[in-house]
């Protein structure tokens, strides 16, 4: 597979550089991004009896925000080529300040990516209806209900699913013909956030005594998107696999990761439905000699639009095996996350949005332990109002 993905990019190459090479104008950055701030109130409860059992008093009002800046260009040379760049900056301190940040060509070859970017798996997904709480969604930057069982809704495959970060990896996909379009996407290795190379051990270039996970990923995605009769109609599949590399010569390596998923959305006269289904094999790395841990998210929704004005409904779960206590075995208590909400948004003008609702949260059998863990169950019942500002 991977000799197809490089014979691929070699012929892109070629054919980017065939006949006129001149662009009409250097490339010139424009920023743009957005800006959202969030008001919640609620309802927290915890099902521990008391604080020695891990119970947890939580402020049930808050604020929150988030925000990122674009600095994005492009040109197109003579020939029809585009190129461009794309450079995400978070707008508040984190762990990988810049999480996007790659440069890409476009033409009647398709398209090419490289840089850390997100693969075909978050791309070209499709189903995700119904969530109109703008600071809420498939891991989004924040959320307003402590996570009690540390599991959160992500029902993305490849890179996304397994990691949930921007890789640095190389993709390419199709035109779109007839409705369809193909994408593939390779990984060498999960770098963990490393500035200049993919190796996630700055002390040695392209060592493979990583022992993480998602290492030689390969991420294959499709979806199709088109009309019968007056409704629209968009569907996706995808399928990623990878390798969980030893931490030592002579260690064994962990199980392999591997995730695909599904999805689709209808939609008509305004109305919308749509789902997605995404299934997961030990995502988190587990020992050569351990139980094979799957994971399943999904979710299905609703909404409709009229005007300035648009209404929601999501239901989305969130399914972890957990390893039992005598090795090679599961427990049988998974850690679970159940999620609805409901909620409409309001375009006050070009990139001024209003959104609000409610949240509905349940955690159970959690903090990836194989026996009861009380003080990290619970439950939320969350009001939210925001605004964001994109710009």
């Known amino acids: 597979m991977k000799k197809i993905l490089y014979g691929t990019t070699a012929l892109i190459a070629v054919s980017m550089v065939a006949g006129s090479a001149s662009a009409a104008d250097k490339i010139k950055l424009g920023l743009g991004g957005y800006w959202r701030a969030v008001v919640v109130a609620g309802d927290t409860d915890n099902d521990a009896a008391t604080a020695a059992a891990g119970a947890i008093d939580n402020r049930e009002h808050g604020f929150a925000q988030e925000s990122e800046i ?3 260009g492009k040109t197109t040379l003579d020939n029809g080529v585009k190129f461009g760049v794309m450079v995400q900056l978070e707008g508040e301190t984190s762990g990988d300040q810049i999480d996007n940040t790659y440069i890409w060509a476009d033409g009647s070859f398709g398209r090419i990516e490289f840089g850390e970017t997100w693969g075909p798996g978050l791309l070209m997904n499709y189903g995700g209806v119904g969530e109109k709480l703008d600071s809420h969604g498939d891991f989004a930057s924040h ?9 959160g809704l992500n029902s993305y495959s490849g890179a996304a699913g397994l990691i949930s970060t ?15 379009q193909l994408g593939i996407g390779y990984v060498p290795e999960n770098k963990t956030g490393s500035a200049s190379t993919t190796n996630s051990d700055a002390s040695a270039l392209d060592t493979k005594l990583q022992g993480t996970v998602a290492n030689e990923m390969i991420d294959v995605g ?20 990878s390798e969980t590399e030893s931490t ?9 990761a591997d995730i695909w998923g599904v999805g689709m959305a209808i939609g008509m006269s305004g109305f919308k439905v749509g789902g997605k289904y995404t299934k997961a094999e030990n995502q988190g790395g587990v020992a050569a000699t351990a139980a094979t841990l799957e994971r399943v998210n999904w979710r299905i929704g609703a909404d409709y639009s009229t005007g300035p004005w648009s209404v929601g409904i999501v239901y ?22 159940k999620y609805i909400s409901v909620g409409g948004t309001y375009n ?13 949260w349940d955690f159970q059998d959690s903090a990836n332990v194989a026996a009861a863990s009380p003080g990290t169950e619970g439950d939320n019942t969350i009001g939210v109002i925001g605004t964001k500002l994109s710009f």
């Open 166 to 180: 921007p890789e640095q990896k190389i993709n390419y996909f199709t035109p779109r013909m007839g409705g369809f």
């Open 348 to 360: 006050l003008g070009p990139g001024i949005k209003l959104f609000g609702g409610l949240q509905f």
């Open 248 to 256: 030592a010569i002579g260690v064994a390596a962990g199980k392999d």
């Open 70 to 72: 674009y600095f994005s």
């Open 316 to 337: 989305h779960k969130a399914n972890q095996e957990i390893a039992g206590a005598v090795a090679g075995t599961k427990s049988a208590r998974d850690d679970e996350t």
């Open 143 to 151: 959320t307003h209900a402590t996570l009690h069982n540390g599991l």
């Open 222 to 241: 499709a979806n199709y998107t088109g009309k019968f009769g007056g409704a629209s109609v968009q569907a996706y599949g995808d399928y990623t696999t």
